[in-house]
């Protein structure tokens, strides 16, 4: 089965620093790739996506690459704020073969420091 | 944007009893529910896959008798923990999709924090 590797699992920046967060995945069928953000006590909140056919996705601060041929994935931070402080993971789901199963990368503890 | 409910967020109940955990999609028909177990400071591991009218699919190593999935609609799944247990005790979180073309996502419910005491 997939198997999704992340790191840092903490990373420590200053407000306005940029943030980045590496994943790898092992199966080179997966096809969908979404970050998410989960803040103590609630659910995985999507954060930004991206499919195997695109390199590269960008909203405002936040921004994913994808290297398919290396099958590794990264989140981008810019601009990093307080409330950016949370648990991010990623994720990697495959085709129909898989039963569409999203597999989480272990999480990196991001903190932001005024 | 889709937006899946999850209730309750907390329960706590007594070992022995049993807790069901409910799950609706509120604006989209989710053709497959996932359920998820968090242990404080893990990432999410899957429980089990529920499409829509049929029988659940579980992950090896999680007891189908102990954690009962319906998937009773399009919109709505059911996790009942049978007989609980303190070291039932996590995060339990459901995740909706609507697995059809190319452009399918997940949602996620706000969790549901299990106590057995």
């Known amino acids: 089965g997939e198997n999704v590797e992340q790191h840092p699992s903490t990373l420590s920046v200053q407000e306005g620093d940029s943030a980045v967060i590496k994943c790898t995945y092992s199966d080179s069928a997966s096809n969908y790739f979404p970050w998410y953000k989960q803040e103590l006590g609630k659910g995985p909140q999507l954060i930004i996506d991206i499919r195997s056919n695109v390199g590269e996705k960008k909203d405002q601060r936040i921004a994913v690459t994808l290297n398919k041929t290396a099958k590794h994935f990264s989140l981008h931070i810019t601009e990093t704020q307080p409330e950016d402080s949370a648990v991010y993971f990623c994720?990697?789901?495959?085709?129909?073969?898989?039963?569409?199963?999203?597999?989480f990368g272990k999480g990196t503890l991001l903190t932001v420091n005024p | 944007g889709a937006v899946v409910s999850q209730h309750p967020s907390r329960v706590i109940c007594k070992s022995g009893t049993s807790v069901k955990i409910e799950c609706r999609s509120l604006d989209f028909q989710a053709t497959t529910m996932f359920w998820y177990r968090q242990f404080p400071k893990q990432s999410l591991m899957l429980m089990a896959t529920s499409n829509e009218g049929s029988k659940a699919t579980y992950e090896q190593g999680v007891e189908k008798d102990k954690f009962l999935i319906n998937h009773a609609s399009l919109t709505l799944s059911t996790l009942t923990v049978t007989s609980a247990h303190p070291e039932d005790s996590s995060f339990y979180i459901c995740?909706?999709?609507?697995?059809?073309?190319?452009?399918?996502?997940?949602?996620f419910g706000s969790g549901t924090r299990l106590t057995v005491v």
């Open positions: 994720a990697a789901s495959g085709p129909r073969g898989s039963n569409y199963k999203l597999t």
């Open positions: 995740s909706a999709s609507r697995l059809t073309g190319t452009n399918y996502g997940y949602t």
